[in-house]
């Protein structure tokens, strides 16, 4: 939209707080919107596989605000996509550090011309562009750009300020700050023990605890007994006075003046940023969203690098007190008391009298190396279960679990490096329990045979730590789109630090192999990996565990409206041109537009399917025809055709 930014203009932020100015007066850097600061999330936050590399601010659920350069410096990329940032910017400060501004509407004058005629040359909407140093010149408090929603949305601003190196930073850093008084709140914590020669409540298995409100930022959970070795996790949000929740900066575990263990969301990569996936833990998801006071095997994200230690804490002989330190970027504090008790290493007496009838139930987790079980039965019981484990051709050992009450057993087994092993646990008022895994560890490349002509690979460092893993196939798991069995590879959910590659005998009634793919289950449907065919079979990267199977899309993607109807007559040489698709089996890839054989820029809103033309040149005069293509990611292509008639000069 041409005129709509003042050229190289210093612009100053209008109807702003006081609080803002002082803000920013003395660091250098501006705040990047002409709005009060305000956050919808904070650098570091849970993104499920990922950290959050920067801080979203609010634009009041509207698009159009103006962009202002924190800086003075050069814009040293530009990208234009439908996917990830969507509209962005890159600008290199003089200082040494870089920003990313994402999810714009659009870009300033010059900026936006300097895109469209590459994007026209290409005849291709998706364009990641470099422009030389000096050529696009910025001072700080320059507009450069409106707030969007491209991308993703809704309407924000992704603001991701970068260090010399690139790598992404907290933007307190850089001296900035926002509004938010409210402190931390926890809801829950967790309580692992380290292995099968420590225990939690009398139990070698994580125990969850409730928390009792002291007074403001002020928390306590019950005591916990435990002995050996103990790590701690937290689930919280950060609260805001209007319902948005952010993450926190700083989380401390304490014992007296000794930090045990700290996270600190100072500065991230994205060579790890994926180790999000353990800086929660990966297999408690069914009790909670627990970011972890200790580090998993493999985590070596740069939240970590304020302490060496492991955040193990060994249980002292006459127990202790931890606190819990939870810090937001604005220095508002909870903290939450944990006492523990020392619990007794000696085996619990067997209750007297004749062993209980009564049949049992038997609770078992991967706890990342090691295998926890617990086993309760309805009365007291005298005969503890026996767990036995086969591994490399030696002879079975058997251990028998541990008595942690009248009723209640506890087991566990940790595995101490790669290669196949059975674990078996028995008891006569137990149901028969048993399972092969192959063990996988870190430092080695991992090959899995797997039943049905398949096959699982894991490069060397794919794995944190070591992992037992184990496969089953579901002949009869044909649901909701899939054309075969279902392998399902455990633990579910289990994150990679690299891709490994799942490789699938293609089934007979495929009808296009070319059209096929990897589909991993996510809830009643499959999420398409793109792979590839060879010698029937197909082969695609993982980055996690779950049910795999193959999938086919043989559909178009289909229309849902398009304007303008046919046989339209348009009252100017640039009439507003819109469709809605989909494609709910591999999604959109690609799409063009064009009228009369003139190609046009058209946007495509991978949020809601719009494709909107961007109506920066004229159409061809008289009776055009308008064509509309759409491929999907298995290569399905639909057209849409409308005529139209486009008035003269």
């Known amino acids: 939209m041409p ?38 999330s904070s650098f570091g936050e849970d993104r499920g596989s990922r950290f959050h590399m920067g801080i979203d601010l609010r634009t009041g659920g509207v698009t159009g605000k103006t962009v202002l350069a924190a800086a003075d410096g050069h814009v040293s990329r530009v990208r234009c996509s439908a996917w990830g940032y969507g509209k962005a910017i890159y600008v290199q400060f003089d200082t040494g550090y870089s920003a990313v501004y994402g999810h714009l509407d659009d870009y300033y004058d010059e900026l936006r011309d300097y895109v469209r005629r590459n994007q026209h040359a290409r005849q291709n909407y998706n364009v990641d562009l470099t422009p030389k140093p000096g050529e696009f010149r910025v001072r700080r408090g320059q507009a450069i750009a409106k707030s969007g929603d491209s991308g993703s949305g809704p309407p924000h601003l992704h603001f991701e300020p970068r260090d010399p190196q690139g790598r992404p930073v907290n933007p307190r850093l850089l001296g900035m700050s926002w509004s938010d008084s409210t402190p931390p709140t926890p809801t829950k914590v ?51 006075p209007d319902g948005l929740k952010l993450g926190a900066h700083r989380l401390r575990l304490l014992f007296g003046e000794t930090t045990v263990f700290e996270v600190r969301h100072d500065r991230l990569s994205y060579d790890n940023h994926h180790n999000n996936a353990v800086a929660h833990h990966p297999f408690l998801g069914d009790l909670g969203r627990f970011k972890l006071l200790w580090r998993w095997p493999g985590n070596v994200c740069e939240s970590y690098a304020a302490v060496t230690e492991t955040g193990w804490w060994t249980v002292p002989e006459e127990g202790g007190e931890l606190v819990l330190e939870l810090v937001d970027f604005m220095g508002n504090r909870s903290v939450i008391v944990c006492p523990v008790l020392r619990d007794e290493d000696a085996p619990r007496e067997a209750p007297a009298g004749a062993a209980n009838a009564a049949r049992g139930d038997l609770e ?286």
């Open 3 to 40: 005129g709509r930014f003042l050229k190289e203009t210093l612009r100053l932020a209008v109807c702003v707080s006081a609080l803002m100015a002082a803000a920013f007066a003395d660091t250098g850097y501006e705040w990047p919107l002409e709005l009060a600061p305000n956050l919808s």
């Open 190 to 240: 967790l309580v692992c023990p380290d292995g099968p020669d420590s225990a939690v409540n009398g139990l070698a298995a994580p125990a969850v605890l409730a928390l009792k409100t002291e007074g403001p930022g002020r928390f306590s959970c019950p005591p916990v007994r435990a002995r050996g070795k103990i790590g701690f996790g937290v689930e919280y949000v950060d609260h805001e």
């Open 364 to 649: 078992w987790r991967c706890m990342g190396d090691w295998l926890s079980f617990t086993a309760r039965f309805p009365a007291a019981e005298v005969e503890p279960p026996l767990v036995e484990v086969t591994a490399g051709g030696a002879a079975a050992r058997s251990v028998a679990f541990v008595r942690a009450g009248g009723a209640v057993f506890s087991g566990a087994v940790k595995f101490d490096g790669a290669g196949p092993c059975t674990v078996r646990v028995s008891h006569p008022r137990l149901a028969a329990w048993g399972r092969s895994f192959d063990v996988a560890a870190r430092e080695k490349p991992f090959t899995m045979a797997l039943e049905g002509g398949a096959r699982l690979e894991i490069p060397e460092r794919g794995v944190y730590g070591l992992l037992p893993v184990s496969a089953t196939l579901d002949e009869g798991g044909k649901k909701g789109g899939n054309l075969g069995p279902v392998w399902r590879l455990w633990p579910e959910n289990a994150p990679l630090d690299r891709p490994g590659r799942i490789t699938l005998p293609l089934p007979d009634t495929i009808k296009h192999p070319e059209k096929a793919a990897v589909g991993r289950q996510t809830g009643s449907g499959w999420a398409w990996m793109q792979g590839s065919v060879k010698d029937g079979r197909i082969q695609a990267e993982i980055s996690s565990f779950g049910a795999l199977s193959v999938v086919e899309d043989l559909s178009p993607p289909r229309l849902k409206e398009m304007v303008p109807e046919d046989g339209y007559a348009a009252e100017s040489r640039r009439p507003r041109i819109r469709a809605t698709v989909s494609d709910l089996e591999s999604g959109v890839a690609s799409w063009s537009l064009e009228c009369g054989g003139q190609w046009l820029l058209a946007g495509y809103d991978a949020d809601d399917g719009r494709i909107v033309w961007e109506r920066d040149a004229d159409l061809p005069a008289g009776s055009q025809e308008l064509v509309l293509r759409v491929t999907d990611g298995a290569g399905n292509t639909a057209e849409f055709r409308r005529k139209l008639a486009v008035p003269g000069l």
